[in-house]
Structures are given as structure tokens and as C-alpha cells.
């Protein structure tokens, strides 16, 4: 069965520590997206990768792909970086469907 | 722009009972596709329409579907309620089938009593 494993489930850190989170996955992918969602529901999305890196503002993003790991990086975190930070994977040949991660909840203290 | 709007926001309804809801994707976007979030299981694909066709379904019973309007907005509709139907639908709309950059709606919370 292909697999998206996200960890840590949950994160505490305090404002302006450098927040790492972290995605793998089973099989081929031909994208990779990071998810934001904020409590009731609503969800952004951050960033999609096929390779190498992408950078917006404090947001990171890497994808090794021979090593099949993605990371979320969040410099200088915030109280109001607190949300649930999915990834989801399209599969090599699976057309348009993504698979979801479980999700980490984030929380960052003032 | 205005972005995905989904209505309604919150509904409640009983075993049995059928609901539609419904998307509105953002102006130009052609291609819409629905997602269910529960607790247990996260976020899983439920089905992805462009052009009024439907283009890849994900794995539901047939008591999930749905249909796209020539005007790109979209309903599903559930049928015979089951206790684990109560979840949070979402919907998302991108330019076009190819394109991997979704714009997701603010969702409508089902509970089935």
C-alpha cells in the first residue's frame, strides 16, 4: 500500500525556535505538496515540489526524492505559524489523486 | 478574485437522509475536485470533475457523487446517511486538470445524528 508518513505528529516550540517538520513516502511521486490548515478547517497551500527546494518568506521547503523524504522548515516561528502542516503526494501514474499525510499539529508559544 | 466558496457551511442531518453540497470554484477555474476529512481517517480524495466530467474517483461507495455545471461549480451528493459519513468536506478548484496547485474552500462540516 502506498504510504505518506509525517512526523512529529504534534510540535510545541517556542517563539523564534527554527521548526523542522518532516514527510516520507512509499513510492515514486511526481509532486509533493506541503498544506497549511488553520483551526475550522480552511487549508492554504504553501508549497508543491518536484525537486531540490522552494523558499516563501520564513518557509522552507526540501524534497530529497532518492531518499523519498520531504521537510518542512519554519525559521523564526510565531504564534501564528500554529496550524496543522499536512503533505500529500501525487503517485507516479496515479493521474490526479493526492494522498494525504496525517498531519502535524503545530503549536507555537509566545 | 473571489476565492472557493462551498455553502452550507455546517449541517445536520439524520441516518438515511441524502445531502448535497455545494462549490463554487474561483472565476476561471475549470477543474474542481472534493475531499473528506475525518478524525480517524485524514484527508482522502473523493473525486476530481473538469469540463462536467468526472475524471478520477477516489475509493467511496457509490453513495458518494457528484456532477460538475457548465459553469464549473460543482455539488456531491451522499446518499443514505450513515454515522460515519460526519466529516468535513472540501472542495478545491485549480485552472485546469493538469494544473497541481489547488485552491481549497473553507469546507462544510456534515454531522449525520
Known amino acids: 500500500k502506498n504510504e505518506v508518513e509525517q512526523s512529529p505528529q504534534n510540535l510545541t516550540a517556542q517563539e523564534g525556535e527554527f521548526i523542522t517538520i518532516n514527510c516520507s513516502y512509499s513510492?515514486?511521486?511526481?509532486?509533493l505538496h506541503w498544506l497549511q490548515q488553520h483551526p475550522g478547517g480552511g487549508i492554504v497551500s504553501l508549497f508543491m515540489?518536484?525537486?531540490g527546494k522552494k523558499k516563501h518568506g520564513r518557509l522552507i521547503a526540501t524534497i530529497n526524492i532518492q531518499e523519498k523524504h520531504s521537510s518542512l522548515h519554519i525559521t523564526a516561528s510565531h504564534p501564528r505559524d500554529s496550524a496543522v502542516y499536512i503533505c500529500?503526494?501525487?503517485?507516479?501514474?496515479?493521474?490526479?489523486?493526492?494522498?494525504f499525510g496525517s498531519g502535524t499539529q503545530l503549536t507555537v508559544l509566545p | 478574485k473571489a476565492g472557493v466558496t462551498q455553502t452550507p457551511r455546517y449541517l445536520i442531518k439524520t441516518r438515511g437522509q441524502q445531502v448535497t453540497l455545494s462549490c463554487s470554484p474561483i472565476s476561471g477555474h475549470r477543474s474542481v475536485s472534493w475531499y473528506q476529512q475525518t478524525p480517524g481517517q485524514g484527508l482522502q480524495f473523493l473525486f476530481e470533475y473538469f469540463s462536467e466530467t468526472q475524471r478520477n474517483k477516489g475509493n467511496f461507495p457509490g453513495r458518494f457523487s457528484g456532477r460538475q455545471f457548465s459553469n464549473s461549480r460543482s455539488e456531491m451528493n451522499v446518499s443514505t446517511l450513515e454515522l460515519g459519513d460526519s466529516a468535513l468536506y472540501l472542495c478545491a478548484s485549480s485552472l485546469e486538470q493538469g494544473q497541481d496547485t489547488q485552491y481549497f474552500g473553507p469546507g462544510t462540516r456534515l454531522t449525520v445524528l
Open positions: 515540489l518536484s525537486s
Open positions: 500529500a503526494v501525487r503517485w507516479v501514474g496515479s493521474a490526479r489523486q493526492l494522498t
Open positions: 513510492v515514486g511521486i511526481s509532486a
